[in-house]
């Protein structure tokens, strides 16, 4: 019998059915914790979240619109119907709507771009006319120019590289860039650095069109008069309200002149379709793109200038509107003081089945299947706070004002910030804090892949096998794009992004064309991503809302940490090997002799050489770190009175705001997050160790030596904090 028993319990230890113990559990609490998370997992039901986006996609709901006022009601009493106790809190944000936009060829032959999409067979929101918010980039500033174009593919960086050894120069011109290759604020901010006076974005059908696959109607991607709308405000500098910068957008505070809001742009900005490019790129002559600019229309792409030359006049109503942000609690019964947060934006550009409406229909199931179960009596221990943010397109403003708002209460109380946004049919995606990487992986062992059956987990992990990574699931580290951005580098609070997605391709982000009929046709059918990643989310949200211990781990923060510094000090040395070849090339006259005399490029000059960078204090910090860190883990916490554990907790809290520093980094003190950054110059592109990276990536030598010395200072006070733990539990 006993024999017979161990071989059951082996099957079932094999199929991964078993599971007795979960990270932050006291055995005692580990089977009443998964039961209860049996339980959540059976009120999970797909249609609520399909009747749920079509209520609030029927209508345009950008922020400051009645349809998104309404939205912010009914998501209210949905709440409060479930049993939270629910507020909105509104705030006053600038934000511009577009009151005149033109885009003309003016020579050598003349178009005038339409600007306009065009309503498509089968779907009939995209027939709502002028309800539909027109195309434009938030927060371009107003402008009236005229002047020859030059392409400059994607406006990135090393596009400019290419541009200066081809000998062409932007100064005085309107650049056109194509969309992709980096978040689209970078390409105007550079091209005004660059000296450009305007600034077309372009969907070339390469990159999301009829290069991907049909296009819309037939198929999910662009048709030619697709545009993607966009927020181009400087948020690697700061997001959120561009007249509040780091307070809250209160009725009365104090504002800054509009003339001197840092994050609006230098030079007028706007998107276009494909059909609206065309003309311009056609008209272009002079230098012949290399292979890797050309995109997708049938044309020779030449990158100018001229003799093409364009009138851009773009005047917005700038104003401010109300953004409403709706939050609801769930109060804990032992910890009521420990926050538990789970949010996901409620404006659109337009509809926005997808974004961001498919993650919120998940959460708002998560927060029902949670509430039921408490009216039952299996109430969380710490208190959940499920919010629904306004203003993240234009800018992640909603969110942004609210953390800056209550700053001070969510650095004493909150434990962790859990994101979604769009989602759809594929593969888990999870960024955020590594301290949580242990956490998310063994949830997502447990979650089953509608599709296929096995967890989402091995799923995941398949996918990067496939596509040539490693074989184990990692968090990848956040940069920006969504709400996570004030909770995790702003408050230093730890945070999650989560979402699925890879199998559901398309050219409809922030177009007229992401309207629930293309939802159901080409993202997530019948909603099964939608729950599981209500599953995915919820039981995260549930076991730290329970766990014994919160559950960080930090030997597996160590390792990642450890991986982006020997990454900066590799490609250290790469630049070295990179400037020394170049060099000798230039020496050898070998560039002059490779060029054809008949093209006019410029030879390179010697670059100066990469000084040697001692990175040692850091390399030696991390040794240290990694000593304490396994010190701190070995501690048995099942031993732990409950005031030593209660103490414990509260400091685990707080472990992620010991990565920030007060002063920020250098040129965006808004930023304290000393791992993770938005990258200045990629936008929603992460930068790890920023302060340190960026300063290598920009050749600045005494600013890396500044900056190596700040991350050591942050690691000691990390070393400091967690060895005061562990002694004082000792
Ligand atoms: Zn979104």
């Not at 209860?36 to 345009?60: C, G, H, R, V």
Request: glycine share 8%; proline share 5%.
């Amino acid at each position: 019998m006993k024999q017979l028993f161990t071989t059951l319990l082996l099957l079932l230890v094999l199929n991964g059915y078993s599971q007795n113990s979960i990270i932050g559990f006291y055995s005692e609490n580990t089977n009443k914790q998964l039961q209860l998370e049996k339980s959540f997992e059976e009120k999970l039901n797909a249609t609520n979240l399909d009747e749920w986006m079509q209520k609030m996609a029927a209508e345009p709901h950008w922020v400051g619109t009645k349809f998104g006022e309404e939205n912010a009601k009914w998501i209210k009493s949905q709440f409060e119907s479930w049993g939270y106790d629910t507020k909105i809190e509104t705030y006053q944000i600038l934000f511009p709507y577009p009151t005149e936009r033109v885009l003309e060829l003016t020579g050598p032959t003349q178009y005038k771009a339409k600007l306009t999409a065009v309503p498509v067979e089968g779907d009939p929101f995209t027939a709502q006319g002028d309800a539909l918010l027109p195309s434009y980039n938030a927060f371009s500033t107003d402008g009236d120019v005229e002047a020859e174009l030059v392409f400059v593919n994607y406006g990135i960086p090393k596009d400019y590289e290419e541009l200066e050894k081809l000998g062409i120069s932007v100064k005085g011109k309107i650049v056109i860039a194509k969309y992709q290759g980096s978040w689209r604020g970078i390409k105007p901010k550079l091209a005004a650095e660059k000296g450009a006076i305007g600034c077309i974005i372009y969907s070339d059908p390469e990159d999301d069109g009829y290069g991907q696959g049909d296009v819309y109607p037939k198929g999910a991607y662009k048709n030619k008069t697709g545009v993607q709308r966009g927020s181009v405000m400087d948020m690697p500098t700061y997001p959120g309200d561009v007249l509040t910068p780091g307070y809250a957008a209160t009725k009365d505070a104090k504002r800054l002149d509009r003339k001197d809001a840092p994050t609006i742009t230098k030079i007028p900005v706007l998107p276009i379709s494909y059909e609206d490019a065309l003309p311009l790129l056609s008209a272009l002559d002079g230098t012949v793109a290399p292979e890797s600019w050309r995109g997708g229309l049938p044309i020779t792409y030449h990158i100018g200038p001229g003799p093409a030359t364009v009138h851009l006049k773009l005047t917005f109503d700038w104003k401010l509107v109300p953004a409403h942000n709706v939050i609801a609690t769930l109060k804990g019964t032992e910890f009521p003081d420990q926050w538990v947060m789970r949010g996901n934006h409620h404006d659109a550009w337009v509809h926005g089945a997808n974004d961001p409406i498919s993650g919120l229909v998940a959460l708002m199931e998560e927060a029902r299947a949670i509430g039921e179960l408490a009216k039952k009596g299996q109430k969380p221990k710490r208190t959940l706070v499920f919010c629904a943010w306004d203003a993240e397109e234009p800018g992640l403003i909603g969110s942004t004002e609210w953390v800056e708002d209550h700053k001070k209460e969510l650095q004493e109380k909150v434990v962790a910030y859990i994101n979604t946004d769009g989602n759809g049919r594929g593969f888990l995606g999870a960024g955020g804090s590594h301290s949580l990487q242990a956490m998310v992986s063994e949830v997502a062992g447990t979650i089953v892949d509608p599709q296929t059956n096995v967890s989402v987990k091995d799923r995941r992990i398949a996918a990067n096998i496939v596509n040539g990574g490693d074989d184990s699931f990692n968090l990848y580290a956040l940069g920006s794009g969504s709400d996570y951005t004030p909770f995790i580098q702003h408050a230093g609070i730890a945070a999650l992004n989560l979402g699925f997605g890879g199998e559901n391709g398309g050219g409809e982000y922030h177009t007229i064309y992401d309207t629930y009929p293309h939802y159901k046709r080409f993202k997530d059918p019948e909603f099964a991503y939608g729950v599981a990643l209500a599953n995915t989310a919820g039981l995260i949200t549930l076991r730290l809302a329970n766990a014994d211990v919160i559950p960080l781990n930090f030997s597996q923060w160590h390792s990642t940490i450890s991986n982006y510094l020997t990454e900066i000090i590799d490609e250290t040395e790469s630049m070295r090997k990179e400037v020394l070849k170049h060099n000798k090339m230039v020496s050898l006259k070998s560039y002059k002799l490779a060029a054809d005399p008949t093209k006019k490029v410029k030879t390179p000059t010697k670059e100066y050489l990469i000084p040697y960078v001692d990175f040692s204090p850091l390399q030696n910090e991390l040794v240290i770190l990694n000593e304490t860190i396994s010190e701190f883990e070995k501690i048995n916490t099942t031993s732990l009175s409950k005031k030593s554990l209660e103490e414990l907790n509260k400091r685990l809290m707080k472990a992620e705001q010991m990565l920030t520093s007060e002063k920020g980094l250098p040129r965006r003190p808004w930023f304290k997050h000393q791992i993770y950054a938005p990258g200045f110059y990629t936008g929603y592109g992460v930068k790890t160790l920023p302060g340190v990276r960026e300063a290598i990536e920009q050749k600045n030598w005494i600013e890396a030596q500044e900056q190596i010395k700040i991350l050591t200072n942050t690691f000691k006070n990390f070393n400091t904090y967690i060895k005061d733990i562990t002694n004082d539990l000792k």
